[in-house]
């Protein structure tokens, strides 16, 4: 007699995770794993109160079908343009049942976006077997060979255990950039975070990464050692670029919302947060100090003060130091006012303060806020905790 299903062999259909890299926007999300398998990160709220699992391989390859499915009716229905009217896309939804309707949203996005890229979710997509995920992307090969980048959220400590041969073996099925959340170099900081890997780890992992022919793109966290640690953390987080030599280097500066560890370390008083200013002066010094390498450098997150810390080291390194300068030798006012203003989305650069309009925006919500230089940090917290 057959034996009943196990409640995690049953396919329920299309799933998406909660999260992506900012730069993965246009890419097809495919959920290969549910949630982090590690999840103590102090700073991290993503994934609490979640269990983790891997999802089955045949689930996986289930959702890549219900996508490709989708993209060839898309495709029958293009123009030679690529172009799709309204109203056929409208009688297409009308013919589906209706437990596929989200699928065919998220495939007709993909197609509108031109289906270069795919993101693999959740947080830590390499800590499924080797072979199984190499499956898994000769499958995503097969039915969309035009794609041009595969890539993943991954954890170092998981990286660093997997063979070079294996790893070598993922980029020639398709994986073809990792992005690592290193955070921090500093071991004192990731040891107070509970990020579970060293500095020594997270090098070999990127060296890996980048021995394998994989591109790397590795996350820091400005402000994440605190008032303590702040001139270590910037001084040991260059150190270790410096000997990976990643091809980006992303900022996502600290915030610290409800819910998460950090918030009653912060409450107690045992972490004491840099304001907007001296996280200015940290990012300053760890600029400062990357040195022999040609990564490229982005702020693409909206809890960053600057969008413009941006450009290809070595050369965009006088430029990026010479914007931090001009904002740390603004009066605290005006410091105040763009921190303001580039949290509310009127500013988005130093030159917008010339902007009388705007200026004018940023000034009312100040005053009928109550922010001044004096409070300003507090107040921006607060802001910024509603863009997590
Ligand atoms: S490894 Fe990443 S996803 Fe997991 S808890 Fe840490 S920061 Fe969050």
Same mark, same amino acid.
């Given at each position: 007699?057959?034996?009943?299903?196990? /409640? !995690?062999?049953?396919?329920?259909?299309?799933?998406?995770g909660?999260?992506?890299?900012?730069?993965?926007?246009?890419?097809?999300?495919?959920?290969?794993t549910r949630n982090?398998?590690?999840?103590?990160?102090?700073? *991290?709220? @993503?994934?609490? /109160?979640?269990?983790f699992s891997?999802r089955?391989?045949?689930?996986? &390859?289930?959702?890549?079908? %219900?996508?490709?499915?989708?993209?060839?009716?898309?495709?029958?229905?293009?123009?030679?343009?690529?172009?799709?009217?309204?109203?056929?896309?409208? =009688?297409?939804?009308?013919?589906?049942?209706?437990?596929?309707?989200?699928?065919?949203? @998220?495939?007709?996005?993909?197609?509108?976006?031109?289906?270069?890229?795919?993101?693999? +979710?959740d =947080?830590?997509?390499?800590?499924?077997?080797?072979?199984?995920? &190499?499956?898994?992307?000769?499958?995503?090969?097969?039915?969309?060979?035009?794609?041009?980048?595969?890539?993943?959220? %991954?954890?170092?400590?998981?990286?660093?255990?997997?063979?070079?041969?294996?790893?070598?073996?993922?980029?020639?099925?398709?994986?073809?950039?990792?992005?690592?959340?290193? #955070?921090?170099?500093?071991?004192?900081?990731?040891?107070?975070?509970?990020?579970?890997?060293?500095? +020594?780890?997270?090098?070999? =992992?990127?060296? !890996?990464? !980048?021995?394998?022919?994989?591109?790397?793109?590795?996350?820091?966290?400005?402000?994440?050692?605190?008032?303590?640690?702040?001139? $270590?953390?910037?001084? #040991?987080?260059?150190?270790?670029?410096?000997?990976?030599?990643?091809?980006?280097?992303?900022?996502?500066?600290?915030?610290?919302?409800?819910?998460?560890?950090?918030? #009653? /370390?912060?409450?107690?008083?045992?972490?004491?947060?840099?304001?907007?200013?001296?996280?200015?002066?940290?990012?300053?010094?760890?600029? $400062?100090?990357?040195?022999?390498?040609?990564?490229?450098?982005?702020?693409?997150?909206?809890?960053?003060?600057?969008? $413009? @810390?941006?450009?290809?080291?070595?050369?965009?390194?006088?430029?990026?130091? %010479?914007?931090?300068?001009?904002?740390?030798?603004?009066?605290?006012? #005006?410091?105040?006012?763009?921190?303001?203003?580039?949290?509310?989305?009127?500013?988005?650069?130093? /030159?917008?303060?010339?902007?009388? !309009?705007?200026? =004018?925006? @940023?000034?009312?919500? *100040?005053?009928?806020?109550?922010?001044?230089?004096?409070?300003?940090?507090?107040?921006?917290? +607060?802001?910024?905790?509603?863009?997590?």
């Amino acid at each position: 007699m057959p034996q009943p299903k196990q /409640e !995690k062999d049953v396919y329920y259909g299309f799933e998406q995770g909660p999260i992506r890299p900012p730069s993965e926007a246009r890419s097809l999300l495919i959920r290969v794993t549910r949630n982090c398998p590690w999840n103590r990160c102090t700073f *991290c709220h @993503v994934y609490k /109160e979640t269990r983790f699992s891997v999802r089955p391989e045949a689930h996986v &390859i289930e959702d890549i079908e %219900a996508i490709h499915r989708h993209v060839e009716t898309l495709k029958r229905m293009a123009d030679a343009s690529g172009s799709i009217l309204r109203r056929d896309i409208n =009688a297409a939804v009308e013919g589906l049942a209706p437990h596929e309707h989200e699928t065919f949203g @998220v495939a007709l996005n993909w197609y509108a976006g031109g289906m270069r890229s795919i993101f693999l +979710q959740d =947080a830590n997509s390499l800590i499924v077997k080797p072979d199984s995920l &190499i499956r898994i992307l000769r499958h995503l090969r097969r039915r969309f060979p035009w794609v041009e980048r595969i890539t993943s959220y %991954a954890r170092a400590h998981t990286v660093a255990r997997i063979s070079d041969e294996n790893l070598r073996e993922m980029c020639a099925a398709g994986l073809n950039r990792l992005h690592l959340g290193l #955070e921090s170099g500093a071991d004192a900081v990731l040891r107070m975070v509970h990020k579970g890997v060293d500095k +020594q780890t997270q090098v070999k =992992a990127g060296r !890996k990464v !980048k021995k394998a022919g994989m591109e790397l793109s590795e996350y820091i966290m400005p402000g994440l050692g605190g008032r303590a640690f702040s001139r $270590e953390h910037a001084l #040991e987080t260059a150190d270790a670029l410096n000997q990976i030599d990643p091809d980006f280097i992303r900022l996502r500066s600290l915030a610290i919302p409800d819910g998460i560890p950090l918030t #009653e /370390e912060l409450r107690s008083g045992r972490f004491v947060k840099l304001g907007d200013t001296d996280t200015v002066r940290e990012i300053r010094l760890f600029v $400062e100090h990357l040195d022999g390498i040609t990564s490229m450098i982005t702020s693409d997150h909206i809890l960053n003060l600057f969008a $413009e @810390v941006e450009g290809r080291l070595p050369d965009a390194k006088p430029a990026i130091l %010479a914007l931090l300068d001009r904002y740390l030798a603004l009066p605290a006012d #005006e410091q105040c006012r763009f921190q303001v203003g580039r949290r509310l989305g009127l500013f988005t650069a130093l /030159e917008d303060l010339e902007r009388p !309009k705007r200026r =004018a925006k @940023v000034d009312a919500f *100040c005053v009928q806020h109550g922010i001044t230089p004096d409070n300003v940090d507090e107040m921006i917290a +607060q802001i910024m905790t509603r863009f997590i």
